[in-house]
């Protein structure tokens, strides 16, 4: 069935590069998305990649997509302490199902 | 413009009650879906609303249920609450397929005693 993992917990210091990974199943994903939960908020959008890319880059994000092993990973660069929080891998479920399979979320904690 | 906005923010209910949420999506968005967010089972799709019609159903049981009005507002009911419901649920909309993501409210956070 549709699947997706991700690493519980990452620290890392500021100023650093945090690379937070994520692994799914579902091979006809056609689109896979990174979100952000801070405490007591729902989940933000940060971006998305569609799967005939290999790589996107929006400011101080980059999300690498690898299809063949069906890895994606979200790589945060000059990490700040604004950015601890939980982040969530999502696969879109295939094509007009309308749902997301998210992964378990990776708590990065940023260390002053 | 405003966002999604999900009422009530906090709620406390007893086993074997009902409840009802809310969700208003953004604007012009026409798609609504919810999720359950617990600390065990992650975030887990329940529903899916697209004018007024569902398209898509989770696995949850049938206690469980939600409902679109015609100005795409939508709520969400949970009959028979059971310890096992507390949980954060997140209403998110997009304007239709939701392929280039969807926007979530806040949540409501249940619990029930």
């Known amino acids: 069935g549709e699947d997706v993992e991700q690493s519980l917990f990452l620290s890392v210091r500021e100023g650093d590069s945090s690379v937070i990974n994520c692994t799914y199943t579902d091979s006809s994903s056609t689109y896979l998305y990174w979100y952000k939960q801070e405490p007591g908020a729902g989940l933000q959008l940060l971006t998305y990649i569609f799967s005939n890319m290999d790589m996107k880059q929006d400011q101080r994000l980059t999300v690498l997509l690898n299809k063949k092993d069906k890895h994606l990973s979200l790589r945060i660069a000059d990490t700040q302490t604004g950015d601890s929080a939980i982040y969530f891998c999502?696969?879109?479920?295939?094509?007009?199902?309308?749902?997301?399979?998210f992964g378990t979320g990776t708590r990065l904690k940023v260390l002053a | 413009k405003a966002g999604v906005t999900q009422t009530p923010r906090y709620l406390i209910k007893t086993r074997g009650q009902q409840v009802t949420l809310s969700c208003s999506p953004i604007?012009?968005?026409?798609?609504v879906s919810w999720y359950q967010q617990t600390p065990g089972q992650g975030l887990q799709f329940l529903f899916e609303?697209?004018?007024?019609?569902?398209?898509n159903k989770g696995n949850f049981p049938g206690r469980f249920s939600g409902r679109q009005f015609s100005n795409s507002r939508s709520e969400m009911n949970v009959s028979t609450l059971e310890l096992g419901d507390s949980a954060l649920y997140l209403c998110?909309?997009?304007?239709?397929?939701?392929?280039?993501?969807?926007?979530f409210g806040s949540g409501t956070r249940l619990t029930v005693v």
């Open positions: 604007s012009g968005h026409r798609s």
């Open positions: 609303y697209f004018s007024e019609t569902q398209r």
């Open positions: 998110a909309s997009s304007t239709g397929t939701g392929l280039y993501g969807y926007t």
């Open positions: 999502a696969e879109s479920g295939g094509s007009g199902t309308y749902k997301y399979i």
